[in-house]
DNA sequence: ATGGCGAATGCAATTCGA
């Protein structure tokens, strides 16, 4: 038995896990991941591609629906506590409708609570989705106060945020004040919700701009690389110490029909 | 400035994502 064991947590929007089933398979294969948490699986838990993953080793978890949205968690050990939305936490009356849309999934490893969250895009800054998605970053929020209320647990909150935090995470971040992932009160928003007292892990690492997730579709985001940082693992105060890398994996990006993601992961010494 | 691309639904064209 080693003294210390390492544990690799990584985070992939995958865009539809059906059409993403083949690349993610092999990216396991070839990596030596102990969870993954994915975003936008876009199926209902019925139609989960869940044996081939089963096949290689690892507990699936979903939490699904029809077409949109979508989290699931792959763990090579079990996890404990496992719970989906806000409401196990925050109760049905506080939640309400707010559960509709599938964006969260939480369960407990190595005395580590993992939040894997697919934040609302907001489409755009006149729209009713960019209220949808401050709203959303409030309640998660609370959800957040309320597991550190209630537990000593470490926390690792991972996903698709949406949300470029600072310049440097943007190709070129000039003219984008009211662009969607970038306007200040969304990330006014997302830095509430670290102030309870989470950390960058990627920024732990890398202090360099550059370092993108996202690539757009259209008009060759990918080969231009003009990309974003959206995608991330924020980590509470014990965890960050217990952080030895970070990085994000370009190869998934360049594969022939690739999610317009690619995973970031973090690697972390117990 | 606008649209570009890709996926789901469901079978053509629309909605959504970011």
Redesign the pocket.
């Known amino acids: 038995m080693p003294k210390e064991t390492s544990l690799k947590i990584a985070t992939w ?1 995958v ?6 089933q083949q690349l993610v398979r092999e990216w396991l294969v070839t990596n030596q991941i102990e969870i993954l948490c994915l ?2 699986t ?3 838990d019925g139609n989960f591609p869940r044996a081939d993953f089963e096949e290689l080793g690892y507990q699936v978890y979903v939490y699904g629906q ?4 979508g989290v699931a968690i792959f763990s090579k050990i079990p996890l404990k506590d496992v719970s989906v939305g806000f409401s196990p936490i925050l109760g049905s009356t506080r939640v309400g409708d707010w559960d509709e ?1 599938k964006r969260l999934i939480t369960g407990v490893v190595n005395n580590t609570r993992i939040v894997n969250v ?7 800054l006149n729209d009713s ?1 960019y209220e949808y998605k401050l709203k959303w970053l409030g309640l998660l929020r609370e959800y957040l106060q309320t597991l550190v209320k209630e537990s000593s647990l470490d926390i690792c909150i991972c996903g ?1 945020f ?1 949300i470029a935090p600072e310049d440097k995470d943007i190709y070129n971040s000039e ?1 984008k004040e009211n662009h ?2 970038f306007s200040p009160p969304e990330r006014q928003a997302l830095q509430y919700v670290l102030d309870i007292g989470f950390q960058d892990a990627l920024r732990k690492f890398n202090p360099n701009s550059g370092v993108f997730t ?1 690539w ?5 985001g990918f080969s231009r690389n003009r990309g ?1 940082r ?1 995608d991330h693992h924020y980590l509470s105060p014990n965890l960050y110490e217990k952080a030895e890398s970070c990085w994000v994996d370009l190869e998934p990006r360049k594969q022939v ?5 690619t995973p970031v992961i973090v690697s972390l010494e117990f």
């Open positions: 929007n865009n539809s896990i059906r059409t993403r975003q936008e876009k199926v209902v029809k077409a949109y949205n849309q697919y934040v609302p895009n907001g489409a755009g989705k698709d949406n003219g969607i992932m996202w757009d579709y259209r008009a060759n974003w959206i029909k690739p999610s317009d993601h």
